[in-house]
């Protein structure tokens, strides 16, 4: 990165972590720089404890989390914690100017939550302009003590970050591309737990490559998380069978697969047993992207590597390499994605909400935005419901909770304004509205959201995230969604249960969440570069009955802006 980006750096140091489930867990997040030499070219980045990825924060189901995050440097500074629900304690979610105002330079701000109901895999990253392509690290919820996993116990557990690197500065690869009008550069390369391997480098040869040791016979847990900026990956391991086992920290009926398919912000944890000839086999990374738009095209490689007796020996000159779906495959992705399942246990039952209190439609997309100083008078934007987003200078959740006045209106339409053939040929007029527009949603409301993506532009997947809730999947298709036809086939058994739907290119996805979760929570599309264009929107979420349906009030080191 350039000189300015290498002035702002995240530096996680741990403090008195408890261990016993349902006790306090302190962390200490201190900003400063670090210099790192990776990838051919000695360069500062943004990094958490001088490490990319970023150290892993562990806690167990019950546990309560603070999070102390002093910001030393010239740069605002925000961390989602990315799929925990937050339940009433909205003011620790994290997104810069949603929940809170970023911690300024010279501030300090403690993040302060319970995780309440959920164990496996999350992350947290970076919520404020391009910083999480290098903030970011993994979030490991045990169960509770004594709670074992409804699967087989694995020999040891391993944490897979899939990841990007751009050899520049990000801010000013987007600050460029917003000033042209045009898309930003694609990534240099891909990563695995920051190393992009022998196959993924850009301009020179390189040895960065993370192995993971393993022994005949024995069964591992792969922890994968896709915290890349702007591409859904596919994942593979040469010669072996991955059996899908969570996914947003969420347990699934469990199903073999030669390869995953993962879009940023979702995690998948898969068990891989060890049962092949001892020897070296690399783990792979790279796109899944079936829309004609560009893409950073190369393959991130890892090592599986056997561990064998002093006397035995094998060829280090030759690694397998996994048959990784091409980048079009949307068979592949699409098999992936309807295979899916929640466990739906005596145990771990799926909630699904089976009647609808609110319908809503939102078509998500491209769309152009006039530009007087860019090249063409225009730029790419995105929109949803033909809205782009405007971010506020306030908080959105502080100006919901003091009733500030000005900042946000509640008038997001619940469908498209102009209805249209959403995958056919676009309509002429393709300018998006601009607002900051929320939806209000009634406490413990049954909501069901269809999102239909668009070819405005070009058709494109879209990757929703939603803050504050897990959401059950319940359709989805290609093409136009169909309300008479389409429901007919829904899942309302078990669906599953994610943070994040990965929309497909031309096509919808319907899910289903019950508004139990009191204040104001961002939606968006974590391809960042659709989230910069305008693919957002939050949901205004009213107070139930009393105090315990009601948000928390702010805690007193809550930032200004």
């Avoid at 993971?212 to 990956?233: C, F, H, M, S, W």
């Avoid at 059996?243 to 993962?262: G, H, L, M, Q, R």
């Avoid at 063409?376 to 033909?386: Q, V």
Wanted: with cysteine; net charge positive; hydrophobic share 40%.
């Amino acid at each position: 990165m350039s000189a300015v980006c290498s002035m702002f750096v995240v530096l996680l140091l741990l403090v008195s972590a408890a261990t016993v489930e349902g006790k306090l867990k302190n962390y200490k997040f201190d900003i400063q720089l670090k210099n790192v030499s990776r990838l051919c070219h000695a360069k500062s980045i943004v990094t958490v404890n001088g490490q990319f990825p970023g150290p892993t924060i562990y806690a167990r189901e019950g546990d309560t989390v603070l999070i102390n995050v002093t910001n030393h440097l010239k740069y605002n500074m925000s961390i989602h914690w990315h799929g925990i629900r937050q339940l009433r304690t909205g003011w620790a979610d994290g997104p810069a100017y949603i929940t809170q105002c970023p911690v300024q330079t010279g501030q300090s701000y403690t993040y302060n939550f319970t995780i309440t109901g959920q164990r496996g895999t999350l992350f947290w990253h970076a919520h404020i302009l391009w910083l999480r392509a290098t903030v970011y690290g993994p979030i490991v919820i045990l169960p509770k003590v004594n709670v074992s996993y409804p699967f087989p116990k694995p020999h040891k557990e391993i944490t897979v970050m899939l990841g990007e690197w751009w050899n520049a500065d990000v801010e000013a690869v987007i600050n460029e591309a917003m000033k042209s009008g045009g898309a930003p550069n694609v990534s240099d390369t891909h990563t695995i737990n920051g190393k992009p391997g022998p196959l993924g480098t850009f301009t020179c040869p390189t040895k960065d490559t993370f192995v993971i040791p393993v022994q005949q016979g024995k069964t591992y847990l792969l922890r994968i998380i896709n915290a890349a900026l702007n591409d859904e990956l596919f994942f593979d391991v040469a010669r072996h069978k991955l059996k899908v086992v969570e996914v947003d920290a969420v347990y699934t009926k469990s199903f073999d697969t030669k390869s995953v398919v993962i879009a940023p912000g979702q995690t998948t944890n898969v068990l891989l047993q060890a049962n092949q000839k001892p020897g070296r086999y690399f783990m792979a990374a790279r796109t899944y992207m079936d829309a004609p738009v560009p893409v950073d095209n190369r393959t991130a490689t890892a090592i599986l590597q056997y561990m064998i007796a002093p006397n035995s020996s094998f060829s280090s000159n030759t690694i397998a390499m996994p048959q990784i779906p091409s980048p079009k495959d949307t068979s592949s992705a699409t098999n992936f994605n309807n295979a899916l399942r929640s466990l739906n246990s005596a145990q771990y039952p799926a909630k699904v909400p089976q009647t609808v209190d609110r319908t809503l439609f939102f078509t998500v997309g491209l769309a152009i935005d006039s530009c007087t100083t860019c090249i063409n008078g225009s730029r790419i934007s995105a929109a949803i419901n033909n809205v782009s987003f405007v971010m506020p200078t306030i908080a959105l959740l502080q100006a919901h909770f003091q009733n500030i006045t000005g900042v946000f209106t509640t008038d997001f339409p619940d469908k498209p304004p102009t209805p249209f053939n959403y995958t056919g040929i676009p309509p002429k007029n393709l300018i998006a509205s601009k607002g900051t527009r929320l939806t209000r949603l009634s406490y413990n409301s049954k909501v069901q959201l269809v999102l239909q993506d668009t070819s405005v532009l070009t058709a494109d997947n879209h990757p929703i995230h939603l803050h504050g809730f897990n959401f059950f999947i319940v359709g989805s298709g290609f093409g136009n969604y169909d309300p008479i036809k389409d429901p007919k086939n829904f899942n309302l058994v078990d669906p599953p249960e994610r943070n994040t739907v990965a929309v497909p290119t031309g096509g919808w996805s319907a899910i289903r969440f019950t508004a139990d979760n009191p204040g104001v929570w961002f939606m968006h599309c974590h391809l960042e570069v659709h989230t910069t264009w305008g693919l957002k929107m939050a949901f205004v979420v009213e107070n139930g009955n009393g105090p315990n349906q009601s948000i928390l009030p702010p805690p007193n080191d809550l930032p200004k802006c």
